[in-house]
Each structure stands twice: as C-alpha cells, then as structure tokens.
C-alpha cells in the first residue's frame, strides 16, 4: 500500500518535471534549444535519460516503464534535456516530437492561447510557450508578474545563440562534462530555504556568488550517488578554504571503541582545534556566539585541545528527546581543573550550574536538562543517555581499506518509524567530504535491491 502511495507521487513528480517545473530542455537541435537560454542564468543542468537508462543497467526496465505510464505530451523523451535559473525563475527548453499533441495534453489543463507566432499556456504560476520544435517555460511567477515573464520568454524564443545563456561561463563549464544528469550553478542560485543558511555562516566578505558549485548524480547497484564540487570565484573564497583545508584532518576512527552501537545518527571529522577556532572565528555570528559561551565555560580551551577525531552520535529517532554522544580526541584535559570556576559569573545568571561527580566525571544541569561530561585518557566526552555509558581507554582503529575522508556523516534509515522507513525503501543516507571541495551524498536502498527499481516499483 505504501509502495503504491509512493509510486502514486513518484509519476505525478515526473510528470511535473517533464511538463511544467524543473524544466527539462530535450535536443532536437541543439543549436535550436541553447539559444533559448537566458543570457544571466545562474544554473544550468542537463539530464540524458537514454545515458541515464544505460548507467543504470538493471534499472533501466523500471525507468523505462516509469516513462511509459507517463501520459502523452509531445516531449521527445530520446533526447537530453537541461533546466536553468535565471532572475529568480527556473526555467526549461524542451525539445518536441509532437507540438499538436502537446497542446491536446495542455488543453486538459486548462486554456491554450496563440499571440505573436507561439502558443503559451500557464499552470501552477509557470508561464509555457511552444512552437513546432520547442516549448519553453519559467516560473513561478505571481499574476502581477506575468506579463514582464512573458515579453523575457518571448525574446528568448527568438534571440540569437550568440545572445543567449549558452555563450556563459556555467553552460561552457556544463558542456566539459560527461555525467547522464548534471548542473553547474552559483550557490546564489540555491533556493532561499537553502541559500540562507549558509549566507548566514559565511566567513566575512565572502559572498554566495563567490562560490560555484557542481552536482552530478549516479546511480549504481544499490545505491544513488550525488557528487559536490565546489569552485571558489574570489580570493577570499579560496583563502577560506585552504584556511579550512588545514583546520580538518583525516579521520582515523580511534574513537569508534567507545561510541554507541548502530546509532540513528553519526557524525566523525578530523579537526585540528586552533586552526578549526580561527575558521569559526571568521563568522561574525559565530563569533558572537562563541563569546556568548564562553561566558559560561572554558570553550576557546576545549576546542584548542582537540586534535584528532570527534565523533557524534545520536543512538535512536525522537521527536521529544535529544540524547546524544559527543567525543572528542584531545592533547590534554586541563580545562577540566576549571570546571568549579565556571560556577561563577553569568552562569548562575542564566540558570547553568556544574558540577563534579568525582572519578573525572562532572554534571552540567542548564534548563531543566543535564548533561555528563569527563575525559578518559585522550578521550574527552559530553553525553546525554538514559543511563550512564561507560568509557573505556582504548582507541580504536578504522578499517584499511576504508577511504580517506575528513567529514562522515550517516543516517540509519531503519531506525525511521516504519512508515518513513518504507518510503521510498532506503536503508542508508551518507555524506562524505575528502577535501572541502569535494562532498558527496549516497542514498542506498535494502541490501539487494537496485535503487531505481526499488522505488519505482508498483508492488
């Protein structure tokens, strides 16, 4: 029942992917379709679905069945297709095998107008115009807003190639690259939800169109993988990350000996401590914040004397309770003879007290909740756990044929509640960094199954 909900939603999806919102521009002429881009546009991508269909191997029956469900809209699904971002729209090219068909599929929609040589429709604040070989859209735009996207729409349909987007520097970046599904953009083209956040944690006087940004995804076996690349555009772009470059360092997994169990969540890095404060430090936000905390306690200290792992966990999924295991490898625990002084001062004011409860183990109670923290050998920790976890002095040791990586980061998808654990039947989430241009996110489905045919799977 669930798999039919999800498959439900996985053909509305495409279908609005094909017709109306990512915006897909499919080859007939290429020439044709690129010099209907934008000339300012802010991301562009293309997707090759035969590629994408061979890349695939067992999949491509599911993939190939998904598409034929599709209704008949007049798209010429044989050729790639690439999507942009232009003034705060997204956009398409599509190449059409059919155009009558097309407009018989929008008519079922709602109405379909002809003005000045080309058919145009709307749906769903996406403004769409046609001719025989191609149908272009952007959106979402208010009513207001209509008219001016329609005149920016109409010049694209009829500008020269030399005029349009395919003479930027992203589309000639674009074309460099041979992956069935891929987008080459400006992180100012991410959408506010996204964007704002990391606007937020950039270091002083670097800017959101400073860095670009590269994504290819794959699919393999039992798995789909989304590969990040991050190009800095300024000087200051690149100093910050060859200033965080040398703030991390690769993960050794000496501290997984002592760490919870098939936790819901793990997060492990390399940091060097000093270099990864300066980095902090290069925020004013961030600055503020760790002002604001070390008015409570010594934690300019404990970041300077980590060097090594630190590992996070978080041992299952809950809406109401926030347990979690933070540890970190550390040069030496002086801060810890400190413990009674935070005492004084602002925390009193806000409500924190410490507290030890001996054998290096101390209590931090701070709003109704408390917290334990101690070293043991060059292991500090903090925790929050139902019962008390015991540590123990040895370090552990990674795998030898586990790759490199200075960031790890792991979702265990079984420990969802069932229903979100069967939607859409994955297993595992993964982000790892090896360098801190280059990140990538796995999603991979029940051991076994390929993860195309997992999901588009009507059973």
Not at 54 to 72: M, N, V
Not at 120 to 130: I, P, Q
Request: proline share 4%; aromatic share 10%; glycine share 6%.
């Amino acid at each position: 029942m669930i798999k039919k909900f999800f498959w439900y939603i996985v053909s509305r999806v495409l279908a609005i992917i094909v017709v109306v919102v990512v915006g897909s521009f499919f080859f007939k002429s290429s020439v044709a379709l690129r010099s209907a881009l934008p000339a300012d546009v802010m991301m562009v991508g293309r997707v090759n679905l035969p590629d994408l269909m061979t890349e695939c191997e067992a999949d491509a029956d599911a993939l190939s069945t998904a598409l034929d469900k599709l209704p008949a809209t007049g798209i010429r699904y044989s050729q790639p297709f690439y999507f942009f971002a232009s003034r705060g729209y997204f956009g398409a090219v599509v190449a059409l095998e059919n155009a009558d068909e097309l407009e018989d599929f929008l008519k079922k929609q709602g109405e379909v107008t002809e003005q000045r040589g080309l058919k145009w429709a709307s749906k769903d604040g996406f403004l769409l115009t046609f001719d025989d070989d191609r149908l272009m859209l952007m959106g979402p735009a208010t009513d207001a807003e209509q008219d001016a996207l329609r005149n920016t729409l109409y010049a694209c349909m009829k500008q020269k190639e030399s005029e349009s987007g395919a003479q930027s520097d992203l589309f000639g970046q674009l074309e460099e690259r041979t992956e069935a599904a891929v987008a080459v953009l400006s992180l100012a083209a991410l959408p506010e939800i996204v964007s704002e956040p990391i606007k937020k944690y950039m270091p002083k006087g670097v800017r959101l169109d400073d860095i670009g940004l590269t994504a290819a995804l794959r699919f393999s076996g039992d798995r789909a993988t989304l590969s990040l690349q991050l190009q800095e555009k300024s000087e200051k772009a690149t100093a910050f990350c060859q200033q965080l470059q040398g703030a991390l360092k690769p993960i050794e997994g000496v501290l997984r000996s002592s760490s919870v169990q098939q936790p819901f969540v793990q997060v492990e890095m390399g940091v060097r401590g000093e270099r990864f404060l300066e980095c902090l430090r290069q925020n004013p936000e961030v600055r503020t914040q760790l002002l604001a905390a070390n008015m409570l306690f010594d934690l300019d200290m404990i970041v300077r004397s980590v060097d090594g792992d630190v590992l996070l966990t978080c041992p299952r999924f809950s809406l109401t309770d926030r347990d979690f295991l933070l540890q970190a490898r550390v040069t030496d625990t002086v801060f810890l003879e400190h413990v009674a002084s935070w005492n004084d001062g602002a925390t009193a004011e806000v409500g924190v007290r410490f507290q030890s409860l001996g054998n290096g183990l101390y209590r931090c109670s701070a709003k109704g909740a408390e917290y334990s923290f101690g070293a043991a050998g060059q292991r500090f920790f903090v925790y929050r756990l139902p019962k008390p976890f015991a540590f123990e002095d040895v370090l552990a040791r990674k795998a030898p044929d586990e790759p490199e990586a200075l960031v790890r980061a792991e979702v265990d998808m079984e420990g969802l509640p069932l229903a979100w654990e069967k939607l859409p039947n994955l297993r595992r989430v993964a982000l790892t960094c090896s360098d801190v241009r280059q990140w990538q996110l796995t999603l991979q489905t029940t051991e076994g199954d390929h993860f195309l045919k997992s999901i588009l799977s009507d059973e």
